[in-house]
């Protein structure tokens, strides 16, 4: 497993991270989950206070349990559940940053986060408060870098400016292309990406024409176009999933693709498909077929 760090930071990450929020609420079946994943070198796990109101943290801590130090811990804060109903309010204030990470270091049993992330925001946002929370939190330990979850390119752009981030988790994939017009700008400021959704929700798997049946479409794709997007795709190489995975890291930004599992099969899986050979060309070619798009909302 290739390592690479996070920005200019001592993060060094995984190429492949978990993405915690799949895993089942049963303690047994994580456990097995997470050992897996630390067992084909993954160190990178990614979770968020957001997940189950909580649960998908505590299920977290349980299972590393003494392995905690082998790993790098990434959570995130800034959704607010009202403790009566399932509401959810965003909530970027520093008083509330500052006491959910208690919260957080309390359910993953540790006493710092290595990543601590803001789950989105607002261009209206108080971003100067939020900003000196992360940095308040840095100074006193329980936190060791800071990262914001976005795909509003003003919201990054204000981040990238204004603040020490390290990280930028994006939606990106081969269907969903739109980060490619910033990672260039991103990588210049020692800042790097990390991907979730390079899947495209299993449409860039081995079930991909499967999965196109029950979709009307995906993205700027409509129906027709995503089933002859796949097909061509498949042309190229019939592990759509090894394509998908490689294509986003080519870019030398992207520091880690976050992937979901909910057994350790598809830990295993993943891993096959990331160490299986896909060429340059192959990636080209796929980014011929499939559309450059670009961010319509939230550029100002």
């Given at each position: 497993?290739?390592?690479?760090?996070?920005?200019?930071?001592?993060?060094?990450?995984?190429?492949?991270?978990?993405?915690?929020?799949?895993?089942?609420?049963?303690?047994?079946?994580?456990?097995?989950?997470?050992?897996?994943?630390?067992?084909?070198?993954?160190?990178?796990?990614?979770?968020?206070?957001?997940?189950?109101k909580g649960q998908n943290e505590e299920v977290v801590g349980q299972a590393l349990g003494s392995r905690r130090q082998e790993i790098i811990l990434a959570t995130k804060v800034g959704n607010q559940w009202d403790p009566h109903s399932d509401q959810v309010t965003w909530n970027p204030s520093a008083?509330?940053?500052?006491?959910?990470?208690?919260?957080?270091?309390?359910?993953?049993?540790?006493?710092?986060?290595?990543?601590?992330?803001?789950?989105?925001?607002?261009?209206?946002?108080?971003?100067?408060?939020?900003?000196?929370?992360?940095?308040?939190?840095?100074?006193?330990?329980?936190?060791?870098?800071?990262?914001?979850?976005?795909?509003?390119?003003?919201?990054?752009?204000?981040?990238?400016?204004?603040?020490?981030?390290?990280?930028?988790?994006?939606?990106?994939?081969?269907?969903?292309?739109?980060?490619?017009?910033?990672?260039?700008?991103?990588?210049?400021?020692?800042?790097?990406?990390?991907?979730?959704?390079?899947?495209?929700?299993?449409?860039?798997?081995?079930?991909?024409?499967?999965?196109?049946?029950?979709?009307?479409?995906?993205?700027?794709?409509?129906?027709?176009?995503?089933?002859?997007?796949?097909?061509?795709?498949?042309?190229?190489?019939?592990?759509?999933?090894?394509?998908?995975?490689?294509?986003?890291?080519?870019?030398?930004?992207?520091?880690?693709?976050?992937?979901?599992?909910?057994?350790?099969?598809?830990?295993?899986?993943?891993?096959?498909?990331?160490?299986?050979?896909?060429?340059?060309?192959?990636?080209?070619?796929?980014?011929?077929i499939t559309m450059k798009a670009k961010y319509i909302e939230h550029r100002e």
């Amino acid at each position: 497993m290739n390592m690479k760090n996070l920005g200019t930071s001592n993060l060094e990450v995984s190429e492949i991270a978990l993405g915690c929020m799949s895993l089942p609420n049963n303690l047994k079946e994580a456990q097995g989950i997470i050992d897996q994943a630390l067992n084909v070198g993954i160190n990178y796990f990614d979770t968020a206070d957001l997940y189950g109101k909580g649960q998908n943290e505590e299920v977290v801590g349980q299972a590393l349990g003494s392995r905690r130090q082998e790993i790098i811990l990434a959570t995130k804060v800034g959704n607010q559940w009202d403790p009566h109903s399932d509401q959810v309010t965003w909530n970027p204030s520093a008083d509330y940053i500052k006491s959910q990470v208690h919260e957080s270091l309390r359910r993953l049993k540790t006493d710092y986060i290595d990543l601590y992330q803001l789950h989105g925001g607002m261009i209206t946002d108080p971003s100067d408060e939020t900003i000196e929370a992360f940095e308040t939190l840095k100074k006193e330990g329980l936190i060791r870098e800071y990262g914001i979850s976005s795909i509003r390119p003003n919201v990054i752009k204000r981040f990238m400016e204004q603040s020490a981030i390290v990280s930028i988790m994006m939606q990106y994939s081969l269907l969903d292309r739109r980060p490619e017009e910033f990672l260039d700008e991103i990588g210049a400021s020692g800042i790097s990406v990390v991907t979730r959704g390079t899947l495209a929700k299993g449409l860039l798997t081995s079930e991909a024409l499967e999965r196109a049946k029950d979709k009307n479409g995906y993205m700027d794709y409509s129906q027709e176009e995503l089933e002859k997007s796949l097909n061509e795709l498949l042309s190229i190489e019939p592990n759509l999933n090894a394509l998908a995975l490689h294509a986003a890291l080519q870019h030398g930004t992207v520091a880690s693709i976050v992937a979901g599992a909910s057994s350790a099969a598809q830990i295993r899986d993943t891993i096959a498909a990331y160490d299986t050979s896909i060429s340059a060309d192959q990636i080209n070619m796929a980014k011929k077929i499939t559309m450059k798009a670009k961010y319509i909302e939230h550029r100002e």
